[in-house]
Structure formats: C-alpha cells, structure tokens
C-alpha cells in the first residue's frame, strides 16, 4: 500500500512539473498533467522538447504588426512617387510648350521624322546661355584650391603668384598638370 502511495506521489509530481512546463510553453496544462501522470519523467521530456507557442504567437504577432507598416509605406511611396510623376508630367508639359516641342508625340523619336522645333535639329534657341567656363584648381603644398575661373589663374601666373611648374586642373584633364605644360596657359603667360 506504501508503495502504491509512493508511486502515485511520483506520478502526481511528474504530472505537476509538466502541468507547469506546458503552462509556460502555452500547452493545454490539464493534459500534460495527464501526459506526465502516465508516462513519468518521459512526459516531461516530450513537453519540454515542444516549441512555445507563446513565443510563435508573439513573432507572428509581431511579423504581421510589421507587414501591416510595411504595406502602409509601400503604399505611401506610391502616392508619393505618383505625384511626383504627375508633378514631373506637368513641369515637362509647360517646358514642351515654352519651346514649342512636344515631348510626348512618338513622331518626335522617329528617325527621319520632322522635327516639331528647329531645337532638335542643331539650331539654338534665341537665348542660348554661354556654355560654362572652365575652372581650374591648383595645387600648393599637397592642398588644392579653387574652383577659379581660367583668366585669374592666367593673372595668378603672370603675376607670380603662383609659378609655371604649379600642378593645375580642371574637369577634362586626366591627371594634375604642371601649367607649363597646359597649352591655354602657355601662351596667355606667353611661354
């Protein structure tokens, strides 16, 4: 009788601590009970090796919160980026009939096709600005300075203040050039 009472113990305390893992892994507590109550330490073992529902509920949880977001700024982007087009459509549209061009038309892309406007074929527009000048940099003591404008580095070099062999450059040039060796600079110094 003893024994019996012992075994029953056993078995009541195995229940109790898979009752207990289960709860805490999200399980159904009464049949773990249960499952510990006839299978012993076996019991245990199995619901200790199951995932926690608790912690899959919470990630899904969390997944779906950040998909939901996710869905909200793919379609914010959208509603920008379709702004942004129709505002571009726009702003191309007034700068077509400025110039009297139309963009838009597949006459416009076809080889051997009129043009719409004298622009396309090479001509300049009445008030074409002056392209850019060029600007130099120059080299002293491994700083460079600039941007400056070609004639005030012609003046800069006439005038000594900086010499024939400084390093000079400028958007087209491969490499830093001594400015002796720069034709434009060679003969507005006179060398």
């Not at 009939?97 to 080889?111: E, F, H, K, Y």
Request: net charge positive.
């Amino acid at each position: 009788m003893q024994v019996l009472i012992i075994v029953i113990l056993v078995r009541v305390f195995f229940g109790a601590i898979a009752a207990l893992i289960a709860s805490k892994k999200g399980r159904n507590t009464v049949a773990w009970f249960f499952g510990g109550f006839l299978i012993d330490i076996i019991g245990i073992i199995i619901v200790a090796c199951l995932p926690n529902l608790k912690q899959q509920h919470a990630h899904q949880l969390r997944t779906e919160r950040e998909r939901r977001r996710l869905r909200e700024q793919l379609r914010q982007e959208r509603l920008k980026s379709e702004a942004f087009r129709k505002y571009s459509a726009a702003r191309l549209d007034t700068h077509d009939q400025a110039l009297g061009i139309d963009s838009r038309s597949p006459q416009a892309a076809l080889p051997g096709a009129e043009p719409a406007s004298p622009y396309l074929t090479g001509g300049q527009p009445p008030h074409a600005p002056n392209p850019p000048a060029a600007l130099w940099y120059y080299e002293v003591s491994g700083d460079a300075k600039g941007p400056l404008p070609q004639t005030v580095v012609a003046d800069m070099l006439r005038s000594g203040t900086i010499g024939l062999t400084t390093l000079l450059w400028t958007e087209g040039l491969a490499e830093w050039t001594p400015a002796n060796r720069i034709e434009t600079f060679r003969s507005e110094v006179g060398l």
